[in-house]
């Protein structure tokens, strides 16, 4: 099973909201990555991160590699009907890791 | 550019049978990577391909094998199939060299029932 510790599980929020998810893990990485999954399709790559401390945007959404190497977050702000799906975090040292994922729903 | 392409998308075998799943990679792309997805177990890794060898193997039994060409497309295989098999298969395909821990970027998946 998942080895990253995931939250919350889901969320359910009204568009315009911004949204906050994180993944903690026991063991370091040196690499985070966050995908999003919607039904019938595979897990899309929203954001990377390499470095301790890295703090990286893509659009309305922002993502942070913990200093302790241990955790990472995703910032979703101002959320819209299209942001609905799954979130996953990834671990990565010598294989991948995954959260076992954040589903978002987004009301209108 | 065209990304990660699996097939099947669809598959549908009994119990004990034998299944063959392909995942070609975004061009260029040298490692592959598989992944079982399940909604109680959630992904879980299950081995890594790069220049035709296996360079990671996750915690899987011996009925799940995979290889990879020289071309890097890559197949695994599962055998004497059981009804707990049943999930999406994805397939993760990524630069493998250079950079340390390129990103991967994922198929759209193999959907495998067992009946």
């Known amino acids: 099973g998942q080895q990253l510790n995931q939250s919350p599980q889901s969320m359910f929020i009204q568009e315009g909201e911004d949204v906050s998810m994180n993944c903690t893990s026991s063991?370091?990485?040196?690499?985070w990555l966050w995908y999003k999954q919607e039904p019938g399709e595979g897990p899309v790559l929203l954001i990377a991160l390499y470095k301790a401390g890295e703090l990286t945007s893509n659009g309305r959404l922002t993502a942070q590699f913990g200093i302790t190497r241990k955790d990472s977050f995703l910032n979703i702000s101002a959320s819209i009907p299209s942001d609905v799906g799954i979130y996953f975090c990834a671990g990565r040292l010598n294989d991948m890791r995954f959260g076992a994922g954040t589903r978002l729903t987004v009301k209108p | 550019k065209a990304g990660v392409t699996q097939t099947p998308r669809y598959l549908i075998k009994t119990r004990g049978q034998q299944v063959t799943l392909s995942c070609s990679p975004i061009s260029g792309h040298r490692s592959v990577s598989w992944y079982q997805q399940t909604p109680g177990q959630g992904l879980q890794f299950l081995f890594e391909y790069f220049s035709e060898t296996q360079r990671n193997k996750g915690n899987f039994p011996g009925r799940f094998s995979g290889r990879q060409f020289s071309n890097s497309r890559s197949e695994m295989n599962v055998s004497t199939l059981e009804l707990g098999d049943s999930a999406l298969y994805l397939c993760?395909?990524?630069?493998?060299?250079?950079?340390?821990?390129?990103?991967?970027?994922f198929g759209d998946g193999t959907r495998l029932s067992i009946l």
């Open positions: 063991s370091i990485f040196n690499t």
């Open positions: 993760a395909s990524s630069l493998g060299q250079g950079p340390p821990n390129q990103p991967q970027h």
